[in-house]
């Protein structure tokens, strides 16, 4: 039986012109976070099956974390985040660091989901993390980052930063209303998958956290008051955290860019203050785009100091969707230069010899690897995007001479075989 | 108890000056096959462990591949080389693809072996490959580009690209020798495991397959036959592919690199025509260096068109050992441009106006996420490697000054604030 071709469910294929637009959107991504100063890391693909199962969070670990047994018996996890490899890395070498510790990276992460748009089983993701420093400076740095990656793929008009604090949220569930912390942890992921589980399932899963109908109500209203009123009626570190970022982000000058969103939760259990999500505000496309947070505890898992921390994650597949839908996708072009024809095959010396100067000046040249007439090797110049054609004519050849042929333009020139790889000009 | 900073065996962290050499490493081989007109694609990290199981070779299926059951009961494996991956995108869509096809890419593969010098679990490797065209062009390239990426490291005097072919081996072990197909492939794995393995047991694995003592001579001297003299004695399709392809490389101006040795193999079994192997021939690193070879029968196995090709693959860890071995890896410099300082965090709208239009002007910024003294922030500018500062004193700030200091120079010139960021000259 033939093999099939399909790839496995919930990953891609990434054909050139595929691949071409992944590499533009890192690009962009890498120029955005190098000028802030970050520096690129990366980590095994693979790591011990306990590095995940400490903090990255119930649902993950038990439905979506592929794992394996190696030849070993050593239990194993294709990684599902990169917080956890970061905070190894960082605590491996946390006395040598220069400070604050500037990192970010675009793994591939694995992840066991039922595929549906915007979620695969394998997909990208810039990961920034800054740790160190003033805790709420980093907050805001982060924050500033995150919209000027927004800026950079000319998207920042339509979203908007929804800004909350986990301090807040404890102070609201566990003092306030005076649950476990346990159960803090509990009502936040009730309070993630409200949208997707429904209202009814959703008021079931507060009262069997021992949440009252009273309480309840409580809650509704929390998560519609607005910033001042809840700053007002629940002081706390975490409101005050909040009101020192509104202002930090208002000196960088994205002040109008946050908002202040008590529904914001983010999935992961290791977040201990400020947690934010990029929101798409615009009508078609409403929905998170990406997020983070600070975490406190993670390089402290490893038995060193403790080092606070504060990412964000931006994922590839909701990002081009994101740039699909607001028509924010370039056209990119062919990486082809020039197109060095072969018209006999004893013609060959000579082809190569240009192709080899071409190389030389930094060009891209492609050659046909059969030799054929002018019209059939101009049609594969063309699909495959070439800038220009270098012909070799048996007539122009008697005099020491070949054809520049400029693909877009059509325009024909003649050129000593010495120079026509100088006749093409680079890539603007 | 405390987590463990360890990766996992076998595997490697890059930190940031790790990252920045394997970024460089990957930069030059870009730079080369795109100058050759190849394109980037990529694949999953897991596949179907059937796509493996068919063609790669027993060692690695069985000994080697890290596989896996998912959560809806499929076998997978982590891809231990790509081919597969090429042939099974390339036959989804052969009808559709401009030929000759040129694709590469760099992906991470694993494969669980005893971690030595120059083998880890978890490595990186170029993959270029060629489909269509006529093979023997297409052979020429692959040699012809393998030999620029050597130059592309400086590295090419220290090299020789040994050359032979599979279909001379199977004339001479099946039509000369008379071994059966399946002995031959075995045979050809004792002659690569030769090395490894010592004398004794490589002569007894050749008996165990029926070579008689008799036959162990003519091997030998087989192996140790100048190829004139193997061409006079067996001629066959091989010898005249092999014969083409020395003249070829002569016309493409790297006839000298190539050399003739019917002792490589290759390990893959689905090799059939031109194997060559990438040698490092200096006394102080005798060893290959990477290697490729055709396979004209892997795209049909998707029940598609056959669609013959040629490639390599070149590892990133053997390539990094080579570089060390040497001296051929630069210094590279860091990627912060400027520092901008933080006296008092009252000056922190200013100093972020100030790294704002910095980044707006294309400069990697560092700021210090602390207020804190000249003295300390210097210090810390040029731990990160920052190439200039910007110093925000309150005299010279009375004033609307700041000072921009050259770290490498130790110059300092007085500017207006709005003009700072445009005092800063670019990375040259």
Redesign the interface.
Known sequence: M???????KG??????ED??I??WMFARMREVV????Y??????????F??YA?KTGEEIVN?QL???I??GE?K?A?RPEMTPTLA??V???VHEL?R?V??Y?IP?F?R?ERPQRGRLR?FWQLNVD?L???PL??DA?ILSLSY?LMRAFKGEEHVSIKLNNRRLMDHFFGTVLGLSPENVLKATKAIDARAKIGEEAYRQWLTDLGITPEQQGQMEEFFHAPFEKTAEKYPCAGVEELRTLFR?MA???VGEAVVYDPTVMRGLDYYTGTVFEMYDVSPENRRAMFGGGRYDNLVG????ERLPGVGLGMGDVTLRNFLEIHGLLPKLEG??DVFVGLPRLEL??TA??IA?AC?ER?????????ADGFGAQLK?AS??GARFAVLLGERELAEGKVIVKNLATGEQLLHPLSEAAGAIPGRS
Chains 1, 2 share one sequence.
């Open positions: 033939a093999l099939s071709t399909q790839p496995y990953t891609r294929d990434f054909y050139p691949k071409r992944q590499n190098e000028r802030y100063g520096q690129e890391y990366d980590g095994p693909m693979i790591e011990p306990e590095l400490a439905q592929y794992w394996l190696d030849r050593r194993l294709i190894r890395m605590a491996g070498k220069p604050p500037r990192w990276c591939n694995w066991y394998e800054v160190g420093g003033d400076l980093a740095e000027d930090l000196e960088s000058g898992l490893f038995g060193k990486t082809i060959r010396a190569e010899g080899r190389r930094g060009l891209n040249v492609m050659t046909p690897l059969t594969q699909k495959h």
